[in-house]
């Protein structure tokens, strides 16, 4: 069936209108032009490349990625205003919206394509984080982008397309250094057999028409990437890619202290309580040396801590698993902190226990729909993506905010689950492995859900 126009589909044009109301109304009327922590820290890091200082350490010592900084620096010399990033947040946003459908499409079909769309266009965190000044929307607007570019590169064998995976996969890792160690994940996507092949024969197969997408990709990976690579390595005192903040997160979650994190109810959401926490650990390494140099001594000291301390390092994990899979969000925060204080109480309760819903949707909608349907490139880049955050997680700290590149990715398995419940019960019964481990793994998320889902009502504290 020939693929449908989505400048036509009506369905589509509904979500993405009310995508934009969710995302432009609360801007205009609740305006936020102050920052919030890590906001802070990013307009800091932007005001010292407007007054030509170049890409700053911040106050801690750590070299962040360059995207967002220079993105706001971008928008500041331009606009006059930091915060005017926000609406070109709102824009990328909404093609986000049309590249998910067009995903989703490809992937299973037009009905799926469209519950997928509706799903990220009223997703309440998605919508939220649009009008702040963090990363996360421009990171899943990139990572979306090189998911399709992988799709139509399978579907064309147009090198072309390899080379927008890298450029897009590139600029996600000079927006943000968790992206490092995706590409093998999307060049493994790349060159996957196709369906009813032998597995071995198949990777013959596809490797011998897909080679030139695979090199693309990765000379355009390299080619975005190096420039900053060489520079930043010779400036900040050793090797690095992007940036420099391994170290500093590894101090952060293997430490005398429980792992940090700085979400509503459950994190260090003010200086002295963080300060009071870091007093109870271990020194961080200096940090007035090199940043790279700092950021090596502090992943040493992390190491050395986990060999002298493998029971509390191994005990942490399902810790570090709840915080990021904690059912509230940054969202919930600004409620609570009356961000919109206009609002009557009533609706404040019902958008926290939204808040709470969408993200349990997703979670455990996703999950079944994956053990379901999981196959093919598709499979490779979101089960992929998932477990290698789940996995540096389990080595770090969690917090919700690190949760969210991961939801569009898992919208596309809901939105199967929503739009074909007979065809997904189908697929489980016919496998009995997959159906044993869905049962193992849904009960052991929602214990993880359930860990920090109180500390959104604080009467529960």
């Given amino acids: 069936m020939a693929a449908q126009d989505w400048r036509k589909d009506r369905v589509l044009t509904a979500a993405l209108l009310v995508a934009l109301l969710l995302r ?6 609740f305006p936020q032009s102050d920052c919030v922590r890590d906001e ?3 307009r800091m890091l932007a005001t010292g490349i407007i007054e030509g200082e170049g890409l700053n350490l911040t106050s801690k010592g750590w070299l962040a990625a360059p995207g967002y900084p220079y993105a706001l620096a971008l928008m500041k010399s331009v606009f006059g205003l930091f915060w005017s990033i926000k609406f070109v947040q709102i824009a990328l946003s909404l093609v986000s919206v049309v590249t998910l459908y067009k995903i989703a499409e490809i992937v299973d079909d037009l009905k799926t394509a469209r519950v997928a769309a509706w799903l990220f266009a009223v ?11 963090w990363i996360e929307t421009l990171y899943i607007f990139l990572i979306l982008w090189a998911v399709y570019f992988v799709l139509r590169a399978r579907e064309t064998g147009d090198w072309r397309w390899g080379a927008g995976v890298g450029l897009s996969l590139g600029i996600a890792t000079l927006f943000r250094g968790m ?8 060049l493994l996507a790349i060159l ?13 197969g596809s490797v011998t028409r897909r080679w030139k997408i695979a090199i693309a990709m990765v000379a355009a990976v390299v080619l975005s990437i190096a420039p900053y690579s060489i520079h930043g390595s010779q400036k900040y005192g050793g090797f690095m890619v992007t940036d420099a903040t391994v170290g500093h997160v590894l101090f952060l979650g293997n430490n005398d202290f429980p792992p940090l994190t700085f979400d509503y109810g459950n994190g260090m959401l003010s200086g002295p309580i963080f300060a009071r926490y870091l007093r109870l650990g271990r020194r961080p390494c200096d940090r007035t040396e090199p940043a790279v140099q700092s950021s090596k001594c502090e992943v040493e ?3 050395d801590w986990i060999k002298e301390n493998p029971d509390k390092f191994v005990g942490r994990i399902p810790m570090r698993l709840a915080q990021l899979l904690n059912p509230n969000s940054f969202f919930t925060r600004a409620i609570r902190w009356g961000y919109w204080s206009p609002i009557p109480w009533w609706f404040k309760e019902f958008l926290v226990t939204f808040i709470i819903f969408s993200s349990a949707l997703v979670t455990v909608g996703g999950t079944v729909g994956a053990f379901a349907r999981a196959k093919g490139a598709y499979g490779v880049m979101a089960v992929g993506t998932v477990l290698y955050t789940l996995a540096t997680i389990c080595l770090m700290y969690g917090m919700t905010r690190f949760r969210l590149p991961l939801v569009p990715l898992w919208i596309v398995y809901l939105a199967s689950v929503m739009a074909h419940p007979v065809q997904i019960k189908a697929a489980l019964s016919a496998s009995t492995p997959r ?6 793994v849904i009960p052991m998320l929602l214990v993880l859900m359930a860990w920090y889902l109180p500390t959104g009502y604080p009467m529960f504290w």
């Fill in 24 to 29: 432009i109304v609360p801007i205009i009327v």
């Fill in 40 to 42: 802070c820290i990013y």
């Fill in 123 to 133: 997703h309440p965190t998605l919508a939220y984080f649009t009008n702040t000044m």
């Fill in 179 to 186: 992206a490092t160690y995706l590409p093998p994940i999307f």
């Fill in 192 to 204: 996957w057999p196709g369906d009813g092949k032998a597995f071995f024969a198949g990777v013959k």
């Fill in 301 to 303: 000291k992390a190491v």
């Fill in 435 to 440: 159906a044993a481990s869905l049962l193992l």
